[in-house]
């Protein structure tokens, strides 16, 4: 526990304006981030009496060992320094939301030539207009179904588009009349966007003038007494209809809004927003948030307002957000909302009619998600803490290992050797710090060896960075990356677990001694009895077949071998499809591609003469020469056997994909450029690590 006093600033030396400032712990990993209107007065605010202090701003300092600050010239300019760093940095102690799921948006890629309308999840892309988020995937299709009657825009792949424009038939829905089909050219790309539009303009809310426009049109129709198309625009009418009652009206002057309500306690927080445009909740999401700081309601809504809207622009930030509390600084808030809009936004809290009954039900919905939430939870913590608990006791270590690395070994017969790291925090995976490395020291199969190597590389990284942090040195140089974030190998684990038994754990131990470290422990888990060895002890930890420290142990090996095997098969699979070509300096895909589409193969490139390969386009004498004396040292390679039918393949059948084969064991197969054993595949699994 660091003393603040240890690093507080000298008087004076913090400036008296607007700034963002940053609490950094003895790793220099940012663990705080916040801003202030003043900075003199903030930062004073965390160097008093530790008893004066909120627990977990008290637990937040004493964590830290260091502070600084960046000094801007507004408030605004701050709250968007501050998104920013909250973002990279993901601090351990700031207030983070996180979805419950994955929300589904209804989008519509006006992006492309024919715009296609989809579910889609993850990252907003540009280009992509997007309406919701809705509760469930399900939800959209529904609607979607409905509208394509009246709207027929697309809604395959790009793989259906592509087939049906090459046969000239289009899909199911092209015959039925919910698909425009412009992949056989039944509209020009210019009306099928002009569908796209009028179905963006429906689904933002201008409904009332689309269906006023299908009535007269409707009527006029009738009058002409050309009635099948009257009553297809019926029909459409009430499709349409049917598709508005799926969101039924909350709002009667058709309001533009987003309404955040907050259920609280003390030490977690639940928020719900609800999204009205024209009047309608076009979509509703919720997040959750462990409350790692002393936070009031008007902070917690500033904290949302950042998430919701940080990465959006234009109408996806609505003219009206009503709130429960409104952040201590209100204007630099509703400035930057106004900026990310394009014009002025109203931040306030509902006092009384039809918005205020609104939000009370969305507060309804807050306080039902938290009680959930916290259901779900307790068994959550529950289970990981005592996880942690029984480990350290079976180990006998001094606390709860908090970080546990694990490192696994794995090839395919002694070639392509590799070996995986991945890192668990508070029981969950962290899978930013998951590291893959390649044995250097030696070939063959040796996973004692290959293991000594791993737990060595690993921690002479973390020696040296160490030492760079001036924990052992003045010097402040190189305490992290370019980019401002943290240095990779950092921070040490307080448990190393490997996959193995007592070979496999007397050589990490033996790499921890070599290097000095005597502050982490180590233990293997060896598979074929799920006994937990130890350095130095001729009889294994067994632990209950019930017990939770041996499940979280397995889940952690299970997931280094998921690693380890993943690296290993794709670093093999680049081995198969390798070509003599990769050898020649400076020729990259195209010129290959090039050579290979001229000659037709690898076999008649060989064969051929300088002068012949100097005719491809972009190949001088100089690259000619080159390939001639790279193809010339390698050695043809034996041919490759197809293992469905016996045959064997010819130079030319495989050679203009640029792979080449393995005469040993293996031959490249079908599936995704896997390779495939000869053998079944339960040899193979016995055989591959």
């Not at 039924?248 to 445009?277: G, P």
């Not at 009503?322 to 014009?343: D, Y």
């Not at 962290?430 to 590291?435: F, H, M, P, T």
């Not at 973390?462 to 305490?479: I, M, P, Q, V």
């Amino acid at each position: 526990m660091a003393d603040p006093s240890s690093y507080r600033p000298k008087p004076g030396q913090i400036p008296d304006s607007p700034g963002v400032y940053k609490f950094r712990d003895e790793h220099r990993r940012v663990i705080y981030v916040g801003k202030a209107k003043s900075l003199r007065q903030r930062l004073a605010s965390y160097f008093q009496d530790l008893s004066g202090l909120h627990p977990r701003t008290r637990t937040m300092v004493t964590t830290a060992a260091s502070v600084e600050w960046t000094v801007v010239s507004t408030e605004v300019e701050a709250l968007q320094l501050e998104y920013s760093w909250i973002k990279e940095f993901d601090p351990r102690f700031n207030v983070k939301y996180r979805d419950d799921k994955s929300y589904p948006y209804l989008a519509v890629t006006m992006n492309e030539q024919f715009p296609r309308v989809q579910v889609m999840r993850g990252q907003k892309k540009k280009g992509v207009r997007y309406f919701g988020p809705y509760g469930h995937a399900w939800a959209i299709r529904d609607t979607v179904d409905l509208l394509l009657r009246v709207f027929p825009v697309r809604t395959c792949s790009a793989g259906v588009f592509k087939n049906a424009a090459r046969t000239g038939r289009p899909c199911l829905l092209g015959y039925i009349g919910k698909c425009s089909a412009p992949c056989v050219e039944r509209v020009s790309p210019e009306e099928h966007r002009e569908l796209a539009e009028e179905f963006c303009d429906f689904m933002a809310g201008r409904t009332g003038t689309y269906i006023r426009r299908q009535e007269r049109k409707m009527t006029d129709a009738a009058d002409e007494m050309e009635y099948e198309r009257a009553a297809r625009l019926r029909d459409d009418i009430e499709a349409l209809k049917k598709a508005m009652e799926k969101s039924a009206v909350v709002l009667a002057d058709a309001t533009d809004a987003d309404l955040i309500a907050l259920a609280e306690d003390e030490l977690e927080a639940a928020v719900q927003i609800f999204h009205v445009r024209g009047g309608r909740v076009r979509g509703q999401r919720g997040w959750v948030t462990d409350k790692v700081e002393a936070v009031t309601t008007g902070d917690l809504v500033e904290h949302a307002l950042q998430q919701l809207y940080g990465e959006e622009t234009g109408d996806s930030v609505p003219k009206e957000v009503l709130v429960p509390a409104l952040p201590e600084l209100v204007e630099p808030v509703q400035e930057w909302l106004a900026e990310r809009r394009g014009s002025n936004v109203s931040l306030r809290i509902p006092q009384r009619g039809d918005k205020k009954a609104l939000m009370e039900t969305v507060q309804r919905n807050a306080l039902q998600a938290l009680g959930l939430h916290k259901t779900k939870r307790a068994s959550d913590l529950t289970t990981r803490s005592r996880a942690l608990e029984e480990i350290a006791e079976a180990l006998d270590l001094d606390s709860a290992p908090l970080r546990i690395e694990c490192y696994d070994i794995s090839h395919l017969q002694g070639d392509d050797v590799v070996a995986s790291m991945v890192v668990f925090e508070d029981g969950l995976a962290r899978k930013s710090e998951y590291r893959r490395f390649q044995i250097k020291s030696f070939e063959g199969q040796d996973d004692v060896r290959s293991m000594h190597e791993v737990i060595t590389r690993r921690f002479r990284r973390y020696l040296a960075e160490k030492e760079k942090t001036g924990e052992w040195a003045d010097s402040e140089t190189g305490l992290t990356e370019e980019d401002g974030r943290p240095k990779r190998f950092a921070y040490p684990p307080q448990l190393v677990v490997v996959d193995g038994g007592q070979p496999q754990v007397a050589a990490a131990q033996r790499a921890l001694d070599e290097l000095g470290i005597d502050d982490i422990a180590v233990c293997g888990l060896a598979k074929r009895l799920e006994e937990v060895w130890v350095p130095g002890e001729d009889d294994p930890v067994v632990l209950p077949r019930t017990s939770e420290g041996l499940y979280l142990l397995q889940r952690v090996r299970d997931e280094a071998h998921r690693f380890a095997i993943t690296y290993q098969r794709t670093k093999r699979a680049r081995r198969f499809r390798a070509s003599p070509l990769d050898d020649v300096p400076g020729l990259g895909e195209t010129r290959k591609q090039a050579l290979i589409k001229h000659f037709g193969s690898v076999k008649k490139l060989r064969s051929a003469t300088i002068d012949q390969i100097c005719e491809v386009p972009g190949i001088g004498r100089k690259t000619a020469e080159s390939i001639a004396v790279a193809l010339a040292q390698a050695a043809p390679a034996a041919p490759a056997v197809n293992t469905a039918t016996g045959e064997i393949m010819e130079d030319e059948e495989f050679a203009t994909e640029g792979y080449a084969t393995d005469a040993e064991s293996e031959t490249t197969a079908g599936s995704a450029g896997e390779p495939v054993s000869a053998g079944t595949s339960d040899e193979r699994r016995g055989q591959e690590r």
